[in-house]
């Protein structure tokens, strides 16, 4: 949990200090700083969901022919 923690903090302060120095605004870092991470949270959660549907299909494999059996000689 400390790790996680540290790193949000390492997130905030890099979102901050690039908005701050593309802009010299306090308030556009903070709001960046806030706006950024919770959008990436939004996309790595359907990153994640299409992660594990692609390592699904590839574990698994292509769905069988449902005639398969009328094609084995």
């Known amino acids: 949990m400390i790790k996680t923690f540290s790193?949000?903090?390492l997130h905030f302060s890099v979102a901050f200090s690039i908005a701050y120095l593309l802009t010299g605004?306090?308030?556009v870092g903070g709001l960046m700083a806030l706006?950024?991470?919770?959008?990436?949270?939004?996309v790595?959660?359907?990153?994640?969901?299409?992660?594990q549907h692609h390592q699904?299909?590839?574990?698994?494999?292509?769905?069988p022919d449902e005639h398969e059996w009328a094609y084995a000689a």
């Open 7 to 9: 790193f949000a903090i």
């Open 56 to 63: 699904h299909a590839h574990v698994t494999g292509p769905e």
């Open 25 to 27: 605004s306090v308030l």
């Open 35 to 42: 706006i950024e991470p919770a959008c990436n949270t939004i």
């Open 44 to 51: 790595f959660y359907f990153h994640e969901r299409a992660w």
